[in-house]
């Protein structure tokens, strides 16, 4: 939200601010196939339950452990 903010008021050097700490996220959620990586740390997070129907697959256990590193930092 303050990306989108600061990009509509015309700070880009704030929206820079704000979206470099994110790109190790976005990178993270894109080493695997989708949505595995992305419902793995929505789960983290509390607010879905990690689950996935064949033949989507769930993100492994090294990417994982990434993701709620990287989310803890956050």
């Not at 790109?23 to 607010?47: D, Q, T, V, Y």
């Amino acid at each position: 939200m303050q990306v989108l903010e600061a990009i509509q008021q015309g700070h880009l050097a704030s929206a820079r601010e704000h979206w470099q700490p994110l790109l190790p996220l976005i990178e993270l959620l894109f080493a695997e196939p989708n949505p595995g990586p992305l419902k793995a740390a929505l789960a983290h997070e509390g607010w879905i339950a990690d689950e996935l129907r064949l033949p989507m697959t769930p993100a492994s256990a090294p990417l994982r452990a990434q993701i709620e590193q990287v989310l803890r930092r956050l």
